[in-house]
Each structure stands twice: as C-alpha cells, then as structure tokens.
C-alpha cells in the first residue's frame, strides 16, 4: 500500500489539432485563468496573443546585467589605467596607479583614453547580458526542480509526437475540481486528467 | 489567425498616390528647393572655393538615401524575403532618383570647381602640364616632381587609380568612375523596378526569381560603386590619408538613414490614408529592428576605424581624426558618438516603441539629422585647412545650408511627386499576402 503523498498539479486535456488547441487557448485565456499553459510538438505562432501572455521579464533583467557589464569594465579599467577616480577626489581607490600610471603609446591617462577601454565594455555588456539571458530564464522557468510535474501523465508522452495539450494548474485562484473539467469540457479538451505530482 | 487579408480585401489596382493629398510638404520642398537652387547658383559663381564644399556635402548626403535604396530592394530581393514586398515600391523609386542626382552632381566634374576640393588633381595637372612641356608621360612628371616635394611621391604611388587622365583603362581616371558609379546605379534601379512593374501586368513569380538572381550577381557591384564612390569623393579629399574601413563606413550609414527615411515615408503614406491595409506595426517592428541593426553596425565601423588609427598613431592616418578631434570639430564628434550610436540604441532597444509609428517617426527625424551631421563631419572640416582659411569658414554655414536645401528640397520634391507614377506598393506580387499578413 501505498503511503506517497501527491499533490493535485492540475487538469490536461488533450486536443487534435492546431486550430482546437488554439480555440481552446482562447477560451481558457476569455475565462481568467492566469497560471496554464499549452504543450505542443512544435511552435505555433500568435499563441502567445490566443493565450493573452503578458510579455516576459527576461529583457528588462537582460537590460539591468548588460548595463551592469558596461559599468563593470569602465570601473575596472579606469580605476587601474587612469587617473579619472582620482580626479573626482577618490583617490584612494587608486594609490597604485598614481604612483605608477600606465602610459602606453603615448595616450593619456585622464578620462580621454577611454576609446581604448570600449572593447571591453563591450565584451563586458555581451557577456552579462548572455548570462543574465541563460541564469534568468531558467530562473523564470524554476530551475531548482529537475522535472516537469506533468511527466506523471502517461498521455502527455505524446506532446513531442503528434498530440496538443492544455494544462490548467491548480494553483491558479480561479481552478475547482468541477468547473476546470467542466471548462475543458465544454471547449473541447479529451481524455481529461487530474495530474498528481509527488511529493 | 481570424485578421488574416486575402487578395481580395486589398484594393485593385493597388493604390496611386495623389500628390494633390500631400500637397503642402510638397510644395514646401520644391518651394526650398527651388530658393536653395537659385541660393546655389549665387554661391557657385561667388565663392566657389567654399561652395564646392557644400555642393559635395549636399550632394554626397542625399546621394547616401539612393545608396541604400539600392542596397534595400537588392538585399530583399536577394535573401528571397517577403516581408518587406508591402513596402519596395518606395525603395525602388529612391533608387531610381540615383540618375537625377547625377544630373545635380554634375558641376563636380569642372575642374574650376573640384580644384578647391582635390589638392592631388592639381598636382596632378601641374604634372600634365610639366609633361606636355618636358615630354614623358604625366607619371613621370610626377616622380620628378616629388623630388622638390617628397608629400608627393604619394601620388606617385597612387597613380594607378588616383588619376585624371587614364579614362579608358581600368580602374580609369576620377572622371570616369564618376560617371560610371551613377550608371551602375542607376542601372541596377531601373532593372529592378522594370522587372517589378512587369510583374504588375502579369503577376508572375518569374519576374521575383530574376530579380533575385540579378540581385545576387550585381550585388558586387553595387558594394564596389559604393565603396568607391565614397573613396573617390570624401577620402581623396586628404590625398594622403586612408582608410580600408571607409567604404563600409559609409554604407553603414547609407543604409542606416535610408531605412529610417522609408519609415518616414511609411508612416507619412499612412497618415494620408494610404498603405492601411498593408503596412501594419509589424513592418514597423521589422523596420526598426532594421534600424537598430544599422545603429550598432555604424558603431562598430566607425569605433574600430577610429580606434585603429587612433592606437596606431601612424601619421598619415592620423591626420583625419586630428582635424576633427581639435578645435570645434570635438564637441562635434563627440556629440557624434552620443547622438548616432547612444542615443537611437536606447531608443530602439524596446519592441514596444518600434511598434508605434509616431515613436518612430520621432526616432528616425532623430537618425537622419545626425547622418546628416556626420556627413558634414566628414567633408566640412576638410575646407578650411585645404583653403588655408583655419578650422572653421566664418558664414560659410550658410552656403551649406542653401546646398543641402537646394539639392535635398529638389530631390524631395521630384521624389515624392514621382510616387503618382505607380502603384504605392507591388500589388501583384504573388507574395504580397504574406508580407501584408506578416508576423514575427
């Protein structure tokens, strides 16, 4: 006998075709669901307006680390090739290079040799944003845990193959045992099922 | 899905631009250009030395918006795109206005006026005459002269395509390219819209195939006409200065101003009540990010040319950015940096503001005055050293200003009158539905 304790995910249903999934995803969205989603084989476009998807956070985050890159390079190279820090009366930042500025090439080491520090800026704000992009998105994705609840359903195999799904959560405030099915139901949605995560 | 357009919703026909709509920006540019021409030829027989330099500055400008038209229909066309269908007419018929600028440009063939802007022609016809009174030909005259002045072997080394006498053989003279960058240009506009009018009698994708393959052939060509064109009549300005980075530089601005320029025109069409069904917010979108793309490539062009020379510090390469990174040429260039690259990145970076026309409409009057500075960047600060007046010609301003409008107000006018000719946009094209329906 079994002693595991499960948690209700929330409802699947299956549909056949694009068109279903994509009619389906508008009722869902007209009936105020907020936490669902839909699985398919392959990309569909203007899902994301059938689904009402608010645009995601990612480009603002990725906005904040390119801009975090930019200010990292220009401090790190100013504060160890230029005078710049010191010119604004922190001077204790850069004992070092007051002591021993670095002159190369004749270019000066006020503020103005700052063309020669843009290619790290640059580098900098590429690397950070790329970060930020990877880190972020399997954060908005919920990295810690390892699997998909939805995986528990044997049918939902089939929505890399040939198969389209809507799955309502059951966190979401609007979802009842009843009226989710009945909603689903009503839309279209076959073979329903109450998926159950493990805890 | 439930907005999708078939052939049917759109009109018939297409849709013809009335000038009559549009009639007070027309009559304002050809009222301009009409006081700039008559201002210019004022200019022209006063002060030549100082107008030429705003001729070429005028000329050069607006020569950079029929550049990049080219480059955009041949660039769709090549990379078999669909989305921007809705919109080639209008790069198609500033491509073609690549031959009335010829016309405009034509007073830089007198040797009375491109004495004041080439120093290394006059040595050159020093050298000629040298030649005619000594024997020998014209580049050996040189190498003997560059025994007084040893700036001048230079132009001894150069000879081979910095000249003005070898017009008919390869890579010809000056005079020659002159003419030839207008033919190629004009040529590579006229076929392309020849095949694309074609197509509105028959609609046939044949015509989309063979435009395709002439864009792939002759897109070499139009990087050639291109890069040289701005060798030719910026960098010979400074016969000793060179930069391998000059014809992409000026490229990247090219198709940087002209794609902001087609938005403008975009939304100023839609504003009269044309192109409401087939332009939507997503051509706008493709548009702008188009726009961004340019915005950084410029940078980046730009940056590395100037960080070369300026890490280098090799004499004659320096000279250019000494000129204009001294005086009051800095705050210009600095200003540069900030308002062509900053500026419009932070601006274009959201996908919510490329998609609302009157942001963008904003942002692209934004883009074309500063290509517009760095055009005058780029030629002014030459005059006033080569003329040996100092860095800046005191109320010289004034005959750039009559130049740009006189040259810029006239295109302007014969362009956008030249849009009644057809239909605004393709409208038999086989692949209009798609590009009216795209999404992205």
């Not at chain 1, 002159?103 to 790290?120: G, N, R, S």
């Not at chain 2, 078939?6 to 009222?31: V, Y």
């Not at chain 2, 794609?259 to 917010?281: D, R």
């Amino acid at each position: 006998m079994s002693t595991t304790l499960k948690r209700v995910h929330g409802y699947l249903a299956e549909f056949d075709n694009v068109q279903d999934l994509y009619h389906a995803a508008e009722h869902v969205r007209d009936a105020g669901y907020n936490r669902w989603d839909v699985h398919s084989p392959f990309p569909i476009h203007g899902m994301d307006k059938a689904m009402g998807n608010p645009r995601s956070n990612l480009p603002k985050l990725v906005f904040c680390g390119g801009i975090t890159g930019t200010t990292v390079a220009f401090i790190l190279q100013t504060v160890t090739q230029t005078n710049f820090w010191s010119s604004l009366g922190l001077g204790f930042l850069q004992e070092i290079v007051e002591t021993y500025p670095t002159v190369v090439q004749a270019k000066p080491t006020d503020i103005w040799t700052l063309p020669a520090f843009f290619p790290v800026m640059f580098e900098l704000t590429i690397l950070f944003s790329a970060f930020t992009t990877l880190f972020g998105l399997l954060a908005l994705m919920g990295l810690p845990r390892w699997n998909h609840p939805l995986f528990a359903s044997k049918r939902f195999a089939k929505f890399s193959d040939d198969s389209f799904f809507v799955c309502i959560e059951a966190r979401d405030p609007k979802f009842s045992q009843d009226g989710t099915k009945a909603l689903l139901e009503k839309i279209g949605g076959k073979n329903i099922e109450l998926v159950e995560d493990e805890i | 899905m439930s907005h999708h357009l078939s052939f049917n919703d759109l009109p018939q026909g297409g849709e013809k631009f009335e000038p009559a709509k549009g009639g007070k920006l027309i009559g304002a540019l050809g009222l301009v250009g009409l006081l700039g021409l008559a201002a210019s030829t004022f200019f022209f027989l006063k002060n030549t030395d100082t107008f030429a330099y705003s001729w070429l500055f005028a000329i050069f400008f607006t020569f950079t918006f029929c550049v990049g038209g080219v480059f955009w229909i041949m660039l769709h066309a090549a990379s078999n795109s669909s989305w921007g269908v809705a919109i080639r007419r209008l790069w198609e018929n500033l491509a073609n206005m690549v031959v009335i600028l010829g016309l405009l440009a034509s007073p830089l063939l007198i040797p009375a006026v491109n004495k004041h802007l080439y120093e290394w022609m006059n040595h050159h016809r020093d050298a000629a005459h040298h030649a005619a009174e000594h024997g020998g030909s014209v580049k050996e005259a040189l190498h003997h002269m560059s025994h007084d002045n040893p700036h001048l072997h230079i132009l001894y080394s150069k000879f081979g395509y910095l000249n003005i006498s070898n017009h008919f053989i390869p890579p010809f003279s000056w005079q020659t390219r002159f003419v030839l960058y207008f033919l190629i240009l004009g040529y590579i506009a006229r076929v392309m819209r020849k095949k694309s009018l074609q197509q509105e009698q028959d609609g046939d994708i044949k015509h989309t195939i063979s435009s395709r393959q002439f864009s792939c052939r002759w897109l070499l060509f139009f990087a050639l006409t291109s890069t040289f064109a701005a060798v030719d009549w910026l960098m010979s300005l400074d016969y000793s200065w060179f930069s391998t980075m000059w014809g992409v530089y000026i490229f990247a601005g090219s198709a940087w101003s002209s794609m902001a320029l087609t938005i403008l025109l975009v939304a100023w069409l839609k504003s009269l009540g044309y192109l409401q069904k087939v332009v939507t917010e997503e051509h706008y979108h493709l548009m702008g990010k188009l726009l961004f793309a340019f915005t950084v490539f410029w940078a980046y062009i730009a940056f590395s040319q100037y960080f070369l020379i300026w890490y280098a510090n090799i004499t004659e390469e320096t000279r250019f950015y000494l000129t204009r990174n001294t005086e009051g040429w800095r705050g210009v260039s600095i200003f540069i940096v900030v308002g062509h690259f900053v500026a419009p990145f932070l601006a274009l970076l959201s996908q919510a503001r490329k998609k609302k026309p009157y942001v963008m409409v904003f942002v692209c009057l934004w883009v074309i005055f500063m290509h517009l500075v760095d055009m005058y960047w780029n030629v002014i600060p030459e005059r006033g050293p080569s003329l040996g007046i100092g860095w800046w010609v005191d109320g010289a301003w004034i005959q750039d200003v009559a130049a740009l409008l006189g040259v810029f107000g006239t295109m302007g006018f014969l362009f956008l009158r030249g849009l009644s000719k057809y239909s605004l946009y393709p409208w038999r094209d086989p692949r209009l539905i798609e590009s009216v329906n795209v999404v992205n």
